[in-house]
């Protein structure tokens, strides 16, 4: 707008520092004014605030040393750092932190360019899948371009301004390269809405290149103030709320699905509680483990693949299936084959719209707490019908596997000691307070399928990435967050072989984490999935093999426990179910990472009815040995079903 001499009407004042004269600046770089932000922004919710981001992880190097390491170096008494040993690992525990939080809190990593910035890229992915906020901080070329071709850099002839950290826009919730100071008055408040924001949390990436990360610039000095973000509960519309009633009272068979939604919105007391007024069975997904108490004879488990046989049966011949918080992956609802009633309706009652409809739900879009106790209100004055007859047929059932339960974590001959048992021992150790994390192997399977969920006992299953490595990086995040008791990381000994750096971030940082390790010198479950699919298989165990006729004979004998004496941690071994028994209780009273090593036998695994899962062997292999595979699968296909 020009404006005429003497106008009345004032020009407007553009909010940018660098254009304003009455009001305070601070001279900082961008690393500087990035960190300083973080450290002063809080969340809200339920009237109780907590600091949104109160850490960083980070490991430096080319590309961050004079900009985020020299920022994060001036907050020693604003926020507690730790030094990653793989940048995967340590995006791992700030997602996992951010777990353990409910998502009212998260960390936050920075990388050095090139190969350390990507390697966060699988955690990025992960957190994206798990709907959990983390703030990651990878390192950028130039923006001046002034050095050419950089070492660690991408040189891509169609594209000038693309980098290796373009990777990260597919699993990013925000994502912003920051190629002046000023473009952070923009960029900082929309990360942190997209951070406490339960329908769009997720991994908020600032790709800043290592130039723009140490030029200067006058901020204001408000910028910096102590910034409060709310996290809604947004309250049910009355009109679903009242559909979805409707089809409650009318329904003969229903089920509760409960997903990890119904943890994130600390809804478990409003879970049960609506349970039992409308007389209704839950099952439970990965995430969602532990949301329903076992003790209540409504409480079936976990549903899917490698669920309980009791959640399965049930949700077979459901009418009504109410879905709470979750995504509905293959796994839990074994690749759309687990509910076969011709009639089934299904109830989306999610806080995200793109969840709530899915398999053609009726949508309740709400906060989970504040809608179960609404409907709770609701049902406590309607007249169900009668179900005491699918009731005592859902009691029955529930009698029946809890019978195939205690057989699959009871003793048998040994040594060596079967896998279900290490759980079942496991299950009976831990204490109110303590966390069990696992994520990737038949571990989670047989976690998910056999633990009994215990009072003030959290079960911490990462299984939207299923992500091989994030167990004892796992441990240390949620071990950050508040608490009294213990954390124990529970993985295959092809997992920490994968990932055994994170081991020795435990110990330089003094965090007691318990890490228990199966092994049974193999991926196994791998090689199950390989027997299936392959005629002949050639891997996924530990033996000493020839590349080129693939062969395999005698076994390696890796030694995890001298890996993990080398870093520092306290060794313990375990063949028996005393010896396994003991060393959990020498573990806890040690100060000091422990590391136990059980030695276990994956194929002495009790018989189980599992689901079909949806991997599909080849049409065609060389000598017809796949055909009964082959078949099979095609009986699997005709189970699917979709609802629309």
């Known amino acids: 707008m020009i404006m005429a001499p003497n106008s009345p009407v004032s020009p407007p004042k553009w909010r940018f520092a660098h254009t304003m004269t009455d009001e305070a600046t601070v001279r900082l770089t961008t690393s500087q004014a990035v960190i300083r932000y973080l450290v002063a922004q809080y969340s809200s919710r339920d009237g109780a605030e907590t600091r949104l981001i109160p850490g960083f992880l980070g490991i430096f190097g080319h590309g961050n040393t004079g900009g985020f390491a020299q920022a994060i170096g001036q907050t020693r008494n604003e926020a507690f750092f730790m030094e990653g040993r793989n940048e995967q690992g340590m995006a791992h525990i700030a997602a996992a932190y951010a777990k353990a939080m409910r998502r009212e809190a998260t960390l936050a990593c920075t990388a050095s360019v090139g190969p350390g910035s990507t390697n966060m890229l699988t955690a990025a992915a992960g957190a994206y899948i798990n709907r959990l906020p983390l703030v990651l901080l990878p390192a950028d070329g130039y923006a001046a371009r002034r050095p050419g071709t950089i070492l660690q850099g991408l040189e891509n002839p169609a594209g000038a301004d693309l980098t290796v950290n373009d990777c990260f826009r597919p699993v990013s919730r925000f994502f912003d390269r920051i190629m002046r100071p000023e473009q952070l008055l923009d960029t900082l408040p929309r990360a942190m809405r997209t951070l406490t924001d339960p329908v769009e949390t997720g991994p908020v990436v600032l790709s800043v290149p290592q130039d723009v990360q140490v030029e200067a610039f006058d901020f204001p000095t408000r910028l910096f103030e102590r910034r409060v973000w709310s996290i809604a509960r947004p309250l049910p519309e009355q009109a679903p709320l009242n559909a979805a009633i409707d089809l409650l009272v009318a ?204 009072p003030d006992v959290t079960v911490h299953i990462e299984f939207g990435y299923s992500c091989m490595g994030y167990d004892i990086a796992g441990a240390i995040g949620v071990g950050l967050a508040p608490g009294d008791g213990q954390v124990f990381a529970l993985l295959g000994d092809g997992t920490f072989l994968l990932s055994p750096s994170d081991l020795a971030v435990a110990v330089q940082h003094r965090r007691k984490i318990t890490v228990i390790v199966s092994d049974n010198q193999g991926m196994r479950s791998i090689r199950r999935l390989e027997s299936r699919n392959v005629a002949q298989p050639y891997a996924n165990t530990f033996e000493y093999r020839d590349p080129y006729s693939y062969d395999m004979d005698n076994p390696i004998g890796f030694d995890i426990g001298k890996i993990a004496e080398g870093m520092g941690a306290r060794v313990l071994t375990a063949t028996t179910r005393e010896e396994f028994g003991t060393a959990l209780q020498v573990s806890r009273d040690c100060p000091e990472p422990c590391f136990i090593v059980v030695t276990t036998d994956a194929e002495r695994a009790p018989a189980v009815d599992s689901p079909w899962w949806d991997i599909a062997p080849p049409e065609v292999d060389a000598d017809g040995q796949l055909d009964a595979a082959r078949e099979t699968y095609k009986r699997g296909q005709e189970a699917q079903r979709f609802h629309y």
């Open 251 to 454: 329904a003969t068979r229903p089920v509760i699905v409960a997903g990890g939604g119904v943890l994130y919105s600390r809804a478990e007391s409003e879970l049960l509680a609506f349970a039992e007024a409308a007389g209704i069975p839950v099952v439970e997904t990965l995430a969602g483990k532990g949301a329903m108490p076992s003790s209540s004879a409504l409480a079936l488990g976990g549903l899917g693949v490698s669920g309980a046989g009791m959640a399965n049966e049930v949700a077979r011949t459901a009418d009504l299936v109410v879905c709470i918080g979750t995504r509905l992956s293959d796994y839990v609802t074994a690749s759309q084959s687990i509910f076969q009633n011709p009639r089934v309706r299904f109830i989306g009652l999610n806080i995200s719209y793109a969840d709530a409809v899915k398999y053609g739900g009726l949508p309740v879009i709400a906060d989970a707490r504040e809608a179960l106790s609404r409907m709770t209100t609701i049902i406590s004055d309607r007249h169900a019908t009668p179900r005491d007859d699918y009731l005592a047929e859902v009691s029955s059932i529930a009698d029946s596997w809890n019978a195939t339960r205690t057989l699959a974590v009871s003793a048998e001959p040994g040594p060596p000691l079967r896998q279900t048992e290490l759980v079942g021992i496991l299950n009976d150790d831990l204490k109110a307070g303590d966390t069990l994390v696992t994520s990737a192997g038949t571990l989670p399977g047989d976690v998910f399928r056999y633990w009994v969920t215990k």
